[in-house]
């Protein structure tokens, strides 16, 4: 079904529908800082998952998991950490 | 003509006129939303209906908005959500409504529009001019004239049909002309309601579209069961592509308005032209004269009285003006020495916007006739039929000499 | 059982799906977000979480008509949508109108049987742009008229989008490019339109103000506006660390200290009950000694850092009577403030 892009009228849905999820488009090449949480320090009460404006701290049952592809490196989560287990670390090459 | 489907009694008789006449017609539309702003000539549709819809007589939700600019929005919002949507205006309400006027159409929403023509302000002026109309005409909106109220009961309720055709999916502006018809008495044939739901197929369809994240086609409305986002920001990348959609569907109308207006004459015996034409005594005509609206009833009655006597005169009334039916009218016009083309408003700094498409379908002909635009009527100044026949003896004049001298003219001015 | 915390949120008719208010966050850790990763606002800017948090309070399906602006652009750029939920941008000035026909084209589908379900909420998301200014005229109809509607105002206090001139909504003295702080004039002059209060005098069911940083507070109060039959109101502060030149990770504190200056007081107001504070600004209210001065406020943003300035003391004072001034008069109407 893979149509070149950028697509021509033709292939292009009716009323100008956008047609991918921005799940395709993964804004984690932003990042100037990365976060990563120290699972001894985290006591999983998911303030991080609650205010990442980019849903890039996921749940996985267990602990909250920076999905790197997304994370912008704003920094908030490691900012309201409650027990400071998130530290922003500079985005390596 | 054969005889129609539904037989002249079955059509009751109505006296009213052209703003109830497009009430009714709405009224057995099946409309779901009707969200109006009160603006002079066009007051009677929305009052006429706000008593249908008081009496229960209408399963539409009215929406008294507070601008003619949230009208069309509100109206956007519904046919976004499913729904089949109307709703009625005249010049400066028109001109308000403009941003999303083009919005409406090339998020491919049918709604249908009334536009109840009237003169553009300044200075502020309630009567009849094609001025508001014309500006639109840009706007990706189908526009069909009409000539007198029964027509503007037929058109409304052509108007959901060809807007809702699949190959069309367009929204379409109805025009009536502001007190001329909106607000002289006139008797019309209605059909049954049974007979209009059925022409329309019941309530709205609506068209699906395929969307890859979907992984199949999904209905073009704001559904809970398929998520869509209506409205995305378009860099340089996708704009232009995503007009050519609209281009391309504007290419399909003509026959879907024909079509149409044979289904219609099918059923009810009235036929307009072939839909987008309405020629007059054209075949043989060495003068022809095009306009639009109710103005070409009198147009006409100057027509077979100087055919009378002997002079080979014709008309043609356009009742699509967009898309501009450049094939059929040059067929139309080119044995023609002289084309008059009659324009009820102006494009400052150029000629009347008939005029400016009528140039246009006849440039490619190697003899073509000569031109002439004739502005009247600005701001309601009435046309009579002998300002129509000085306008005829000036273009038979022309057709004698070959020499147009003056190619814009006013017709019914004073110096 | 899906393995990816992304996909759409779909509502099938006819299913039973349950989405009881509740603020405990590993079961809300379940629920799928309404807007999708991968969108393009700002690192750390505060509007994707007023969605986030919307969606945390949803009871059932919803569909959204959002103004132009930061919000709308960044989510929808074509051929990409972050919007997991049905979703629709017209034009900047009427998200209020096209949420209100949305609203009269449910009831009337619904009244002929072709609504398969029993309700969908519709909401209009709008900035401030988009609301105090070119969309009141909207806003102030839709309350008029009564549809169901939540209207919900996340409030960055300026034009964002089109790079930050001064709207209705932007406090007195701050700098934006359109009411710079330059020699003669110290920024915006004007002070802050009481919009909340507007829709309170129009006496709609429910109004209510809100911060992303005090959200169980806010998801309460989203999901009382949407069970409420009729327009409700909820006007939610929304940091721009671009605009109001502050650092990327204090979004969530300056929610917090526009709260505790009073600058931005948490409140409600209920038709037929009256204003009701709540939250932290309740706290306070009972405590007068937790309320901050507003220079807590003021010190963490660029944009008001010529107010700190030694010479520009006394516009600090204005602005702190300001706030004063605002606060009281609340306090003095707060049907649940102590007396």
Same mark, same amino acid.
């Given at each position: 079904?893979?149509?070149?892009?950028?697509?021509?009228?033709?292939?292009?849905?009716?009323?100008?529908?956008?047609?991918?999820?921005?799940?395709?488009?993964?804004?984690?090449?932003?990042?100037?800082?990365?976060?990563?949480?120290?699972?001894?320090?985290?006591?999983?009460?998911?303030?991080?998952?609650?205010?990442?404006?980019?849903?890039?701290?996921?749940?996985?049952?267990?602990?909250?998991?920076?999905?790197?592809?997304?994370?912008?490196?704003?920094?908030?989560?490691?900012?309201?950490?409650?027990?400071?287990?998130?530290?922003?670390?500079?985005?390596?090459? | 003509?054969?005889?129609?489907?539904?037989?002249?009694?079955?059509?009751?008789?109505?006296?009213?006129?052209?703003?109830?006449?497009?009430?009714?017609?709405?009224?057995?539309?099946?409309?779901?939303?009707?969200?109006?702003?009160?603006?002079?000539?066009?007051?009677?549709?929305?009052?006429?209906?706000?008593?249908?819809?008081?009496?229960?007589?209408?399963?539409?939700?009215?929406?008294?908005?507070?601008?003619?600019?949230?009208?069309?929005?509100?109206?956007?919002?519904?046919?976004?959500?499913?729904?089949?949507?109307?709703?009625?205006?005249?010049?400066?309400?028109?001109?308000? @409504?403009?941003?999303?006027?083009?919005?409406?159409?090339?998020?491919?929403?049918?709604?249908?529009?009334?536009?109840?023509?009237?003169?553009?302000?300044?200075?502020?002026?309630?009567?009849?001019?094609?001025?508001?109309?014309?500006?639109?005409?840009?706007?990706?909106?189908?526009?069909?004239?009409?000539?007198?109220?029964?027509?503007?009961?037929?058109?409304?309720?052509?108007?959901?049909?060809?807007?809702?055709?699949?190959?069309?999916?367009?929204?379409?502006?109805?025009?009536?002309?502001?007190?001329?018809?909106?607000?002289?008495?006139?008797?019309?044939?209605?059909?049954?309601?049974?007979?209009?739901?059925?022409?329309?197929?019941?309530?709205?369809?609506?068209?699906?579209?395929?969307?890859?994240?979907?992984?199949?086609?999904?209905?073009?409305?704001?559904?809970?069961?398929?998520?869509?986002?209506?409205?995305?920001?378009?860099?340089?990348?996708?704009?232009?592509?995503?007009?050519?959609?609209?281009?391309?569907? @504007?290419?399909?109308?003509?026959?879907?308005?024909?079509?149409?207006?044979?289904?219609?004459?099918?059923?009810?015996?009235?036929?307009?032209?072939?839909?987008?034409?309405?020629?007059?005594?054209?075949?043989?005509?060495?003068?022809?004269?095009?306009?639009?609206?109710?103005?070409?009833?009198?147009?006409?009655?100057?027509?077979?009285?100087?055919?009378?006597?002997?002079?080979?005169?014709?008309?043609?009334?356009?009742? @699509?003006?967009?898309?501009?039916?450049?094939?059929?009218?040059?067929?139309?016009?080119?044995?023609?020495?002289?084309?008059?083309?009659?324009?009820?408003?102006?494009?400052?700094?150029?000629?009347?916007?008939?005029?400016?498409?009528?140039?246009?379908?006849?440039?490619?002909?190697?003899?073509?006739?000569?031109?002439?635009?004739?502005?009247?009527?600005?701001?309601?100044?009435?046309?009579?039929?002998?300002?129509?026949?000085? @306008?005829?003896?000036?273009?038979?004049?022309?057709?004698?000499?070959?020499?147009?001298?003056?190619?814009?003219?006013?017709?019914?001015?004073?110096? | 059982?899906?393995?990816?915390?992304?996909?759409?949120?779909?509502?099938?008719?006819?299913?039973?799906?349950?989405?009881?208010?509740?603020?405990?966050?590993? +079961?809300?850790?379940?629920?799928?977000?309404?807007?999708?990763?991968?969108?393009?606002?700002?690192?750390?800017?505060?509007?994707?979480?007023?969605? +986030?948090?919307?969606?945390?309070?949803?009871?059932?399906?919803?569909?959204?008509?959002?103004?132009?602006?930061?919000?709308?652009?960044?989510?929808?750029?074509?051929?990409?949508?972050?919007?997991?939920?049905?979703?629709?941008?017209?034009?900047?000035?009427?998200?209020?109108?096209?949420?209100?026909?949305?609203?009269?084209?449910?009831?009337?589908?619904?009244?002929?049987?072709?609504?398969?379900?029993?309700?969908?909420?519709?909401?209009?998301?709008?900035?401030?742009?988009?609301?105090?200014?070119?969309?009141?005229?909207?806003?102030?109809?839709?309350?008029? !008229?009564?549809?169901?509607?939540?209207?919900?105002?996340?409030?960055?206090?300026?034009?964002?989008?089109?790079?930050?001139?001064?709207?209705?909504?932007?406090?007195?003295?701050?700098?934006?490019?359109?009411?710079?702080?330059? !020699?003669?004039?110290?920024? +915006?002059?004007?002070?802050?339109?009481?919009?909340?209060?507007?829709?309170?005098?129009?006496?709609?069911?429910?109004?209510?103000?809100?911060?992303?940083?005090?959200?169980?507070?806010?998801?309460?109060?989203? !999901?009382?506006?949407?069970?409420?039959?009729?327009?409700?109101?909820?006007?939610?502060?929304?940091?721009?660390?671009?605009?109001?030149?502050?650092?990327?990770?204090?979004?969530?504190?300056?929610?917090?200290?526009?709260?505790?200056?009073?600058?931005?007081?948490?409140?409600?107001?209920?038709?037929?009950?009256?204003?009701?504070?709540?939250?932290?600004?309740?706290?306070?209210?009972?405590?007068?000694?937790?309320?901050?001065?507003?220079?807590?406020?003021?010190?963490?943003?660029?944009?008001?850092?010529?107010?700190?300035?030694?010479?520009? +003391?006394?516009?600090?004072?204005?602005?702190?009577?300001?706030?004063?001034?605002?606060?009281?008069?609340?306090?003095?109407?707060?049907?649940?403030?102590?007396?």
């Amino acid at each position: 079904m893979s149509k070149p892009e950028p697509r021509g009228w033709k292939d292009l849905p009716m009323a100008a529908l956008p047609y991918k999820l921005s799940l395709e488009y993964r804004t984690g090449d932003w990042r100037a800082l990365r976060p990563v949480i120290d699972y001894g320090k985290c006591t999983r009460c998911l303030i991080c998952w609650l205010y990442c404006p980019d849903m890039a701290i996921v749940w996985d049952g267990e602990k909250p998991v920076v999905n790197y592809d997304y994370c912008k490196g704003c920094g908030i989560c490691a900012h309201e950490c409650p027990v400071k287990a998130i530290e922003m670390k500079p985005e390596t090459a | 003509m054969a005889t129609p489907r539904i037989p002249l009694e079955k059509q009751v008789l109505i006296a009213v006129n052209g703003d109830e006449a497009v009430a009714y017609a709405v009224k057995q539309c099946l409309v779901d939303v009707v969200a109006a702003y009160p603006i002079t000539p066009q007051t009677v549709i929305v009052e006429r209906f706000s008593e249908f819809v008081a009496d229960g007589e209408v399963h539409t939700e009215f929406v008294p908005v507070e601008s003619e600019h949230s009208a069309m929005s509100a109206c956007v919002g519904a046919a976004a959500a499913g729904a089949r949507a109307f709703t009625a205006t005249a010049a400066n309400g028109l001109a308000l @409504m403009w941003e999303i006027l083009y919005i409406a159409a090339s998020l491919r929403l049918p709604i249908v529009l009334a536009v109840v023509n009237r003169a553009l302000s300044a200075p502020i002026n309630i009567h009849c001019d094609h001025g508001d109309a014309y500006g639109m005409r840009d706007s990706g909106w189908i526009q069909l004239f009409v000539e007198n109220s029964q027509e503007a009961y037929d058109t409304t309720i052509q108007a959901f049909k060809i807007g809702e055709h699949p190959d069309v999916q367009l929204p379409v502006a109805v025009n009536l002309d502001g007190f001329f018809l909106s607000h002289t008495l006139e008797n019309i044939r209605m059909l049954p309601d049974d007979v209009v739901h059925e022409f329309l197929g019941g309530y709205r369809k609506i068209p699906k579209t395929y969307v890859d994240y979907h992984g199949r086609e999904v209905e073009l409305k704001l559904d809970p069961s398929s998520p869509i986002s209506f409205g995305p920001l378009d860099l340089y990348d996708y704009y232009f592509e995503h007009k050519m959609h609209q281009i391309e569907a @504007m290419k399909r109308v003509p026959d879907v308005v024909k079509k149409v207006n044979e289904e219609w004459s099918e059923l009810t015996g009235r036929s307009y032209g072939d839909g987008v034409l309405v020629p007059y005594a054209t075949e043989d005509a060495d003068v022809i004269v095009t306009v639009l609206g109710s103005t070409s009833g009198t147009v006409r009655t100057v027509v077979k009285k100087l055919r009378s006597r002997g002079y080979k005169v014709g008309m043609v009334r356009i009742r @699509m003006f967009r898309p501009f039916p450049f094939n059929e009218l040059r067929e139309l016009l080119k044995g023609a020495k002289v084309v008059g083309v009659m324009d009820r408003g102006i494009s400052f700094g150029s000629y009347g916007p008939s005029f400016m498409e009528i140039n246009t379908t006849l440039y490619d002909l190697r003899e073509r006739p000569l031109l002439v635009n004739y502005v009247y009527g600005l701001g309601g100044r009435d046309a009579p039929p002998d300002l129509i026949e000085k @306008m005829f003896m000036e273009l038979l004049e022309i057709a004698k000499t070959g020499e147009v001298k003056e190619k814009l003219r006013f017709l019914g001015v004073r110096e | 059982m899906s393995k990816s915390p992304y996909e759409l949120v779909v509502f099938k008719p006819g299913e039973k799906r349950e989405l009881p208010l509740t603020f405990n966050l590993r +079961k809300l850790a379940e629920r799928k977000p309404i807007i999708l990763p991968g969108h393009r606002l700002c690192a750390g800017c505060a509007a994707p979480l007023v969605v +986030k948090l919307l969606g945390l309070a949803m009871r059932g399906p919803l569909v959204i008509a959002n103004a132009t602006g930061c919000l709308e652009v960044a989510t929808t750029i074509f051929p990409y949508t972050s919007w997991a939920i049905p979703w629709i941008h017209s034009a900047f000035e009427n998200a209020a109108a096209t949420a209100s026909g949305i609203e009269a084209a449910y009831k009337a589908m619904k009244k002929t049987g072709r609504l398969p379900y029993d309700h969908i909420d519709v909401v209009a998301l709008a900035g401030d742009g988009g609301t105090f200014d070119i969309g009141l005229q909207a806003l102030s109809g839709m309350a008029e !008229r009564g549809h169901d509607v939540m209207y919900i105002l996340y409030d960055n206090e300026a034009y964002m989008n089109t790079g930050i001139q001064r709207s209705g909504g932007t406090p007195p003295f701050a700098w934006t490019t359109t009411s710079p702080a330059g !020699r003669v004039i110290p920024g +915006k002059t004007q002070e802050k339109k009481p919009i909340a209060e507007i829709m309170v005098a129009h006496r709609i069911p429910y109004v209510a103000t809100g911060t992303p940083g005090h959200w169980i507070d806010l998801i309460k109060k989203f !999901r009382k506006g949407l069970e409420v039959d009729g327009p409700s109101f909820i006007h939610v502060l929304s940091p721009c660390n671009r605009g109001w030149r502050h650092g990327l990770n204090i979004t969530i504190d300056i929610c917090r200290r526009a709260v505790d200056t009073c600058y931005f007081p948490l409140w409600e107001w209920v038709r037929g009950k009256g204003y009701y504070l709540t939250d932290r600004s309740l706290a306070i209210a009972r405590k007068p000694e937790l309320k901050k001065p507003i220079e807590k406020f003021l010190e963490v943003q660029g944009r008001f850092k010529h107010l700190l300035k030694p010479e520009n +003391k006394h516009l600090i004072k204005q602005f702190q009577e300001y706030v004063d001034a605002v606060w009281d008069d609340l306090v003095s109407r707060a049907v649940n403030a102590p007396r």
